[in-house]
């Protein structure tokens, strides 16, 4: 998969990576060009006393030198821009894929590893095409180069280099191999603790209201321990690795010149040839251990490659049709047809045979006790899944027919858990219709019951939301989601159990003025409260995933004992309060 992601992201970059190898290509033959030329000063200029010929390889070197800085900061330059390019094409295409998702591919991965998969494991392929990009052409050229060209200075001494790669190499080799697991473990350790902190920081309230603090102390405590552990046994082996190298480079300085100083002594070698050998032993040196860290990263950007490419891989399983229909009428008639469905994996379907009809104009009821399948119906409409069997239609046309836009531009949802965006209430009041007035957002307002406390505070429709709306109330972010689904003026409004977090009156008085402004359009409402739904046209009475009865508050009180059940818990629960 890495290889497969890397030729895919690589394509639309390939004149710049091209020009990425011929810039690292120069910088790296400039690289091994300058110990020769060093050599020559040494031993054909210095040592002969001719200044002219000093002058003029030393002009030589200087260019090579100034060349090598050039090409080597536009190599990085680019190959780190060529980079960072595929990294963000990547995390689009991940983002977009994701967008694209339905519920149901969203529940198949979790969201958390979704978020994982686009931020870090991007990052970490990203890491990799840098690395790649800046050492990959010149590691090999600087070795295979760098053995060449030590070769010529000295062939006697060429043992050394034989001797001392592949000690470094067994070297740095053992450290990266006891690595490798180490990093692996650390990232299932960060996960943990991500974990850990994530639950606590959503469940304080509770932590709080059942004195879980202790306990959550030492639940925190015990990941962090682990990761720490993990992290001292990394340090150890960082804490050799340096020195290893380090004692690596300068023995084989050592012994460079201790052989080499015995064949100069012997006037088998010269003294530029000796600093030029030693200069190209370090050069290979360095490169040899620039791979090993870069085979290091290998390993690990494979198996996030992989778990990108899971989530790319997928095919959406709600998709917008080939040729989708165009409703002769759009006035958000609604009916659902003997409408069977099951969650992914489950055995039991969730709903059975639920056939009815909505018409403008007019209030339908859901009532039924939890986990009879209300919110489960909502969805199917806007498509979050799609049915089994049967058919849910919009104005006369299956939903799976529709463009998906046809469909959210007429049927907004009130979810159940109300969800604001980080912005402002202006911006997430306008989600459904870009171009409303300021007019349209306060009438919206207004009949959501939400006008007062905008206006309390100063900043009105520009005070601040948190992500997910955490700095305003239950009630209040309710009536605000009310409020944003009136603005887009849809055909069809779903309202999810929306009113629950309103007290009593709030409710009645928000229900009176709705009343008004969505008497063109069709409204399913999902409620628990009776009072709720009393005046609604038709209510049907959900029960384990079935319609068990149907009619208005009337006809159902004398004829439904499982609605009689539900009017009269909540009577009680009235009369007790
Ligand atoms: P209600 O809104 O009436 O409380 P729901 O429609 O939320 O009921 O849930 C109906 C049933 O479907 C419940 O038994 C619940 O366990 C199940 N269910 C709800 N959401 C999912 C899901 N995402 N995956 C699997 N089962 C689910």
Excluded at 400 to 411: A, F, Y
Excluded at 509 to 531: C, G, P, W
Aim: charged share 20%.
């Amino acid at each position: 998969m890495l290889l497969t992601l890397i030729r895919r992201y690589s394509k639309p970059y390939l004149p710049q990576i091209l020009a990425v190898i011929v810039f690292q290509l120069a910088s790296t033959i400039a690289t091994l060009y300058l110990p020769s030329l060093n050599a020559k000063i040494i031993d054909e200029g210095v040592s002969v006393g001719d200044t002219d010929y000093i002058w003029r390889t030393g002009a030589l070197m200087l260019a090579v030198a100034f060349g090598q800085v050039i090409t080597a900061v536009a190599g990085v330059y680019f190959g780190s821009r060529v980079a960072m390019s595929m990294g963000r094409d990547l995390r689009r295409d991940v983002f977009r894929k994701v967008s694209s998702f339905s519920a149901k591919d969203v529940n198949s991965f979790g969201a958390p590893t979704l978020i994982t998969r686009g931020t870090n494991d991007v990052q970490q392929v990203q890491m990799l095409m840098l690395m790649g990009l800046n050492f990959m052409v010149s590691t090999p050229i600087m070795c295979v180069g760098g053995i060449i060209m030590a070769l010529q200075e000295d062939l006697s001494l060429s043992w050394l280099v034989w001797v001392s790669v592949p000690v470094l190499v067994a070297v740095v080799g053992y450290l990266v191999v006891r690595l490798m697991p180490l990093f692996r473990s650390m990232q299932k350790k960060i996960d943990a603790i991500n974990g850990v902190l994530r639950e606590q920081i959503i469940g304080i309230r509770v932590v709080r209201a059942f004195v879980r603090e202790p306990y959550e102390v030492k639940r925190f405590g015990a990941a962090n321990k682990e990761l720490t552990d993990v992290s001292v046994k990394i340090g150890n082996l960082f804490v050799l690795m340096f020195p290893a190298i380090g004692m690596i480079l300068h023995l084989s300085t050592a012994a460079v010149l201790w052989f080499g100083g015995e064949r100069v002594d012997s006037g088998d070698m010269e003294v530029g040839a000796l600093t030029a050998f030693l200069q190209y032993l370090l050069q290979i040196l360095i490169a040899v251990m620039m791979g090993t860290f870069m085979a290091m990263m290998i390993p690990r950007a494979s198996v996030c490659a992989d778990r990108i490419g899971e989530v790319l891989d997928v095919e959406p399983s709600i998709h917008d049709p080939q040729a989708p229909v165009t409703p002769v009428e759009k006035k958000g008639r609604v009916e659902f047809r003997d409408v069977t469905f099951k969650y992914p994996g489950a055995e039991e379907p969730v709903l059975s045979n639920i056939s009815f009809s909505a018409e403008p104009g007019q209030t339908l009821a859901i009532i039924g006790s939890t986990g009879s399948g209300k919110t489960t119906l909502v969805s199917l409409l806007p498509r979050l899944y799609d049915v089994a069997s049967g058919d849910v239609l919009l104005d006369g046309v299956p939903v799976t027919e529709l463009d998906r836009d046809e469909i959210t531009s007429r049927v907004a949802t009130v979810p159940q858990k109300p969800y604001l965006f980080s912005g402002t209430i202006e911006h997430n009041l306008r989600f459904g219709k870009t171009h409303a007035t300021d007019e349209e957002l306060w009438d919206a307002l207004e009949t959501a019951q939400a006008r007062d406390f905008v206006e309390e505070k100063s900043a009105g429709l520009d005070r601040r939301i948190a992500q997910g709306g955490t700095n305003v109330s239950g009630g209040q972010r309710q009536r605000l989601c009310i409020a944003r689904a009136l603005v887009s003026q849809p055909k069809v409004y779903l309202f999810d159990d929306s009113f629950s977090a309103l007290d009593v009156a709030t409710d009645a008085r928000l229900r009176r003025a709705l009343k008004d402004k969505t008497k063109d359009a069709t409204v399913i409402i999902v409620a628990q409260r009776v009072s709720t739904i009393a005046d609604a046209d038709q209510i049907l009475v959900l029960d384990n995933g079935r319609i068990v009865d149907r009619g208005t508050h009337e006809e159902l009180l004398e004829t439904s004992p499982t609605y009689q059940e539900i009017v009269e818990s909540q009577l009680s629960a009235e009369e007790v309060a």
